[in-house]
Each structure stands twice: as structure tokens, then as C-alpha cells.
């Protein structure tokens, strides 16, 4: 590391005391461009994908121009969908006035508003304008069907999860158009998926949808293994306006607590340069607090375009659950492992308890309160003690800070949230501001019916059919998402040792001999792995997929 690289670092790190001495000056981001799932990115309860393929006749492809051109205003900009998330945040906050210590109610917490937003593939893409080919992307211009060996996907026809088994985006059968439509209402939300759907029928597209709904009661919030879903979100860097303050994401550290001011959105939730989401803004640089280069966006007309990853994942929660019985049973027998609970064994694993709460700030047992706690709950560092934070308005982080985890004697190395974030952490990478550079917006949402017998040992309407409907939002899908799955989460050895696969998400045809290994360590440290030969998550399908500005919707790919 270069001593510009690691002055720089020390500068910006909010354990040295040597905060920078001025705050970064965030680009205002052209918010009617943009497309709102990219900029602040859909986070609504319901969503319907509308899977699209295209007819190849030239006259049908004019009429979907046509449509195109006919459908730009209901594609939600970034300017629109952050409105509504912050009518949605007054909406909330006015709840919690009335009732402090409950969480509102998704149905409570709602608007009428419908976001919509379009993305295609590279054949989609191609078929409308030929400039799709001077994308720079080989990830995106092959598809994931032909890099689910990369991903570390089952392998061979008869494997399930293999991209010949897929329900969506088989090889051959790749989608031209994903929509995505999202709001707090499911009926809203599917009336408007009809809607597009019959138009798209009736120029010839063949069409499909999926639908995603969060999990409802007292499973709100969670996805299907029972764990809170999206605590640990990167903000994005940049304004709204010309307004100084006008961010597009809030900011909760009292200013005077340099840099930590400067660093995080809510406490714990690094800010991470434009750049890494939209092509054609400052991404990250040596320092987390200086601008770095520009992503580049080429063709020019891609210039606020993002990618997205589209990923179906199945989740065999009954199978889940009982190798966390079974295998927490088994280290229970083993000295250091005494009392060693299926809970506890998952939350290892994961590196959070099933309320959202971090395992290295309450290692002796899941704290709902401090999960449900955005102030808190993204808190902790793991190579350092993690510092109390002085936070605005006179909010505070009542509970015990994180104790410095460096080995991963407290968290894993393994554990899900080590895996996709270092934190603090060097790795094989370098230190932490590389990890910045590695972020993705996650704006998925699960689909099917919650298993209430979560060993999955009585009937099962649903067959097994739920899980994730993953999507995330990145500038490169090579150096964000398919890095983090295959070199980072499908890696025994990365992003460093002492590890493992990643249990819950990593992939075990990239396994050795199979099976997911991950070491944990007991009470006396001593070493034991935990070992999974089947697989939990299984693909059944997916995409890459850009999504186009709206300039370049209206004058390169409608006209």
C-alpha cells in the first residue's frame, strides 16, 4: 500500500481522531434522469415483475417503440421516488409519535403511489438499438445463463438450480424486457402489472409476472429463514438539489462528530460515491471522503444508467432449519460448544440474530429492541472497539458497543455479513476503503407463502416454492455482484482467513467436494467447521439487465 493510500485511510477513519478538516462536497444528481430503483431504489412491500420477451417481426418491434414512448411517463424517476420514500418516512414518523416503541405497520405506513421501472437485457437491448453492443460489459453482454459457472450454479441438466432447470431465463430463453412494479398496496400493484401486461400482449410480446410480497405480522421485514432483510444497506452519496443539505440519503450523526459525520447516513451505514450505482459520477477513491474517478458510461447515452441483477432464489427453509438442529446438536457434544441452541448456530452463520441484531454487539443472545433500532442496529466495526457515536436531535445508542473481533472469534469470518462487507477489516483486497468500491443497492423482495412449521416436517401448500427475488443495483456487475459471489462468498480462504463459505449464500458446486465448510469457534477457542453438503438457496433463475436513463429511454432505444 502506498503511504499516500494509508495516510489517506487514517485520515478518513474515525478511530484516529485526525478527521479531514473539510466536508465532502457531494455531486447533485440529475434526479429526473435517473431511474428511482437505481436512485433512492424501491424499498415498497409488494412488487410484481413482468417478465417480457419481444417479438423479433420489425413491424412489432416499431409498436413497442411506440408503447415505449406512450409508457415513459410512468416510469418512476429518482426525483419522484424520493419523494415518495420521504412522504412515506413522515407517514411513519407520525405513527411512531403516536406509539414510540412500535414499529408501524407496513399497511399503516403507506401511500397510494405506484413506482414502475424498466430494464433490458443485452438481446433486448440489441434489438432496439445496435449502440447496446458498445456496452463494456462482457458479464451483461453474455447473460447469467452463461456465467452460472462463475456464480458457482449447480452444473449438468439433471442438478437442481441448473440454469437448464431455471423458471425464468433459461439459455435460449433470456429475457428481452424485466418491469418492475412496486408499492405498498397489492392490489394497486397488481392492477398496474395487468395494465402493462395487456398492452405488451397486444403488440405480441409474450409475457409472464411474478409477484413478491414481504412476509406480513410478525414476520415483517424478514425474508424466509427468519432473519430482518436489508439492515445493512450502503447509503448513497449525492443531492437531490442545489440545497446544501439536500441529501438523497439522511444523515443522523451530530455534524460536530468528525468524520463519523461525514462517513455515515445512519450510524454504521457507509456513504458510498454515486459512481458505484450510476454510470457517469464519481465513484470511490482512495480516500471515502474525496470524490474518485468517474464510472465510465459508454455509449455516452448510458451516462445515468445503472445494471441490474435479477436472481430468483429458492429457499428450502424445512431443510435450513433442520441442519441447524442437527448440527448444532452434534458441536454440543463437543467441549467449548456446551448449550450450543439451532438459534444461536444461525445467527453464527448469518452474524446477526433474527431481529436484525449484530451477533458481535450482543453475543449472549438476540436483543429485539436494539434490532429494531436503526440508530444501533448497523452500529459496530470488527477489527476495532466500536465507538459510541454522538447522533442529532438527542437520539442515542443505548446499548453496549461491539468489542474488536479481528481473528472472528465473535463473528465468523464466514459469517454472511463478513462476507459481503469487511467493515473496518483489511482483506484481500486491501483496507477498508476497498470495500466501498464492492456495494450494492439490494431492492429485492421474497415471494411465496411463509412456512409456519419452519422444519418443514408437516404439509407444505407451496411445495417449497418461496424465497427471494433478488435485485441489486450496481455500475459494474463484474466488479460488484459477481465479485462478491464468486470470489468473496463462494471462497473458503476470502476475504480472509480464518473462514469459509459463505453458509447462507454461498453456492456448492464452488465448494470443495460440494460441501460449505464454515469455522466457528467455542468458549475456549477452540475450532470446530459446520458443514452443509445440500444446498438452502437454490437459483432458479435470472438476469442481468440495464437500466436506461430516461433520456436515453426517450431518444435512443424508443425512437
Given at each position: ?10 485520515r478518513?477513519s ?28 424501491f424499498f415498497?412491500?409488494h ?18 417503440r411506440?408503447?415505449l414512448r406512450?409508457?415513459?411517463p410512468?416510469?418512476?424517476?429518482a ?14 414518523a407520525s ?7 412500535r ?42 445463463a452463461?456465467r ?5 450454479d ?10 437448464a432447470?431455471w ?9 428481452d424486457?424485466l418491469i418492475?412494479?412496486?408499492g405498498?398496496?397489492r ?12 398492452r ?6 409474450l ?11 410478525k ?10 432483510d436489508?439492515?445493512s ?6 443531492r437531490?438539489?442545489v440545497?446544501?443539505d439536500?441529501?438523497v440519503?439522511?444523515?443522523?450523526i451530530d455534524p ?14 457507509d ?5 458505484e450505482?450510476?454510470?457517469?459520477y ?5 480516500d ?5 474517478p ?7 447515452w ?20 433442520r441442519?441447524m ?7 454440543a ?9 439451532e ?5 453464527l452463520l ?10 458481535n454487539?450482543?453475543p ?17 466495526l ?29 463473528c ?6 463478513r462476507k ?8 484481500d ?8 468500491s ?12 411463509s ?7 408437516g404439509?407444505d401448500?407451496q ?6 427475488l ?20 463462494n ?9 469459509g ?12 467436494g460440494?460441501?460449505?465448510?464454515c469455522?466457528?469457534?467455542g ?8 458443514s452443509a453438503?445440500?444446498?438452502w ?13 430516461i ?9
Amino acid at each position: 500500500m502506498s503511504e499516500r493510500r494509508s495516510s489517506a485511510i487514517r485520515r478518513a477513519s474515525p478511530m484516529t481522531g485526525t478527521p479531514a478538516q473539510q466536508a465532502p462536497v457531494e455531486p447533485v444528481l440529475d434526479m429526473d434522469e435517473i431511474q428511482g430503483i437505481a436512485v433512492p431504489g424501491f424499498f415498497k412491500p409488494h412488487q410484481t415483475l413482468v417478465y417480457v420477451h419481444l417479438p423479433r417481426q420489425r413491424d412489432a418491434i416499431d409498436k413497442f417503440r411506440g408503447l415505449l414512448r406512450e409508457f415513459l411517463p410512468a416510469v418512476a424517476t429518482a426525483a419522484k421516488t424520493l419523494k415518495d420514500r420521504r412522504e412515506h418516512r413522515q407517514i411513519a414518523a407520525s405513527l411512531r409519535a403516536v406509539s414510540p416503541r412500535r414499529r408501524a405497520p407496513a399497511r399503516q405506513a403507506t401511500n397510494r403511489e405506484v413506482l414502475v421501472a424498466v430494464a433490458f437485457s443485452a438481446p433486448g437491448l440489441l434489438k432496439l438499438t445496435p449502440g447496446a453492443s458498445e456496452i463494456p460489459s462482457p458479464a451483461f453482454q453474455g447473460g447469467m445463463a452463461a456465467r452460472a459457472s462463475l456464480l458457482g450454479d449447480p452444473r449438468g441438466r439433471g442438478a437442481d438450480g441448473s440454469p437448464a432447470n431455471w423458471v425464468v431465463g433459461r439459455p435460449g430463453e433470456e429475457l428481452d424486457l424485466l418491469i418492475i412494479v412496486a408499492g405498498d398496496e397489492r392490489e394497486l400493484v397488481s392492477t398496474e402489472a395487468e395494465a402493462i401486461i395487456k398492452r405488451l400482449l397486444g403488440i405480441g410480446a409474450l409475457v409472464a409476472k411474478q409477484d413478491g410480497d414481504a412476509r406480513e405480522g410478525k414476520f415483517a421485514g424478514h425474508e424466509h429463514f427468519g432473519f430482518d432483510d436489508g439492515v445493512s444497506q450502503p447509503g448513497i452519496r449525492g443531492r437531490a438539489s442545489v440545497a446544501a443539505d439536500d441529501f438523497v440519503t439522511n444523515r443522523h450523526i451530530d455534524p460536530s462528530d468528525r468524520p463519523a459525520a461525514w462517513l455515515y447516513g445512519y450510524p454504521g451505514q457507509d456513504l458510498v460515491w454515486p459512481g458505484e450505482f450510476v454510470l457517469g459520477y464519481p465513484a470511490t477513491g482512495p480516500d471515502p471522503l474525496l470524490p474518485g474517478p468517474l464510472s465510465r458510461a459508454r455509449p455516452a447515452w448510458t451516462r445515468n444508467g445503472s445494471f441490474l441483477v435479477y436472481r430468483r432464489l429458492r429457499q428450502d427453509v424445512g431443510l435450513f432449519w433442520r441442519t441447524m438442529r442437527d448440527e448444532a446438536g452434534r458441536l454440543a457434544k463437543l467441549d467449548g460448544f456446551q448449550g450450543l441452541t439451532e438459534d444461536r448456530l444461525a445467527a453464527l452463520l448469518v452474524g446477526r440474530w433474527r431481529s436484525g441484531a449484530p451477533f458481535n454487539r450482543v453475543p449472549l443472545g438476540d436483543n429485539e429492541d436494539l434490532g429494531k433500532n436503526p440508530l444501533a442496529n448497523n452500529n459496530f466495526l470488527f477489527d476495532s472497539d466500536s465507538p459510541k457515536l454522538s447522533l442529532i436531535n438527542g437520539q442515542t445508542d443505548p446499548y453496549d458497543m461491539a468489542k474488536a473481533d479481528p481473528v472472528g472469534i465473535t463473528c465468523p469470518w464466514g459469517a454472511h455479513i463478513r462476507k459481503v462487507n469487511v467493515r473496518d477489516s483489511g482483506s484481500d483486497i486491501g483496507g477498508r476503503v476497498a470495500t466501498y468500491s464492492k456495494r450494492l443497492l439490494r431492492v429485492g423482495v421474497p415471494f411465496g407463502q411463509s412456512l409456519e412449521d419452519h422444519y418443514g416436517e408437516g404439509r407444505d401448500p407451496q411445495n417449497g416454492d418461496r424465497g427471494l427475488l433478488f435485485l441489486s443495483i450496481q455500475s459494474s456487475i463484474e466488479n460488484q455482484f459477481e465479485f462478491l459471489q464468486a470470489r468473496w462468498m463462494n471462497d473458503p480462504s476470502r476475504p480472509k482467513m480464518p473462514g469459509g463459505n459463505d453458509m447462507i449464500v454461498g453456492q456448492n458446486a464452488a465448494a470443495e467436494g460440494g460441501v460449505r465448510r464454515c469455522t466457528i469457534f467455542g468458549s475456549g477457542l477452540q475450532q470446530e467447521q459446520v458443514s452443509a453438503p445440500n444446498q438452502w438457496v437454490i437459483p432458479t433463475g435470472g438476469g442481468y439487465f440495464f437500466v436506461p436513463s430516461i433520456t436515453a429511454l426517450r431518444e435512443v432505444i424508443a425512437r
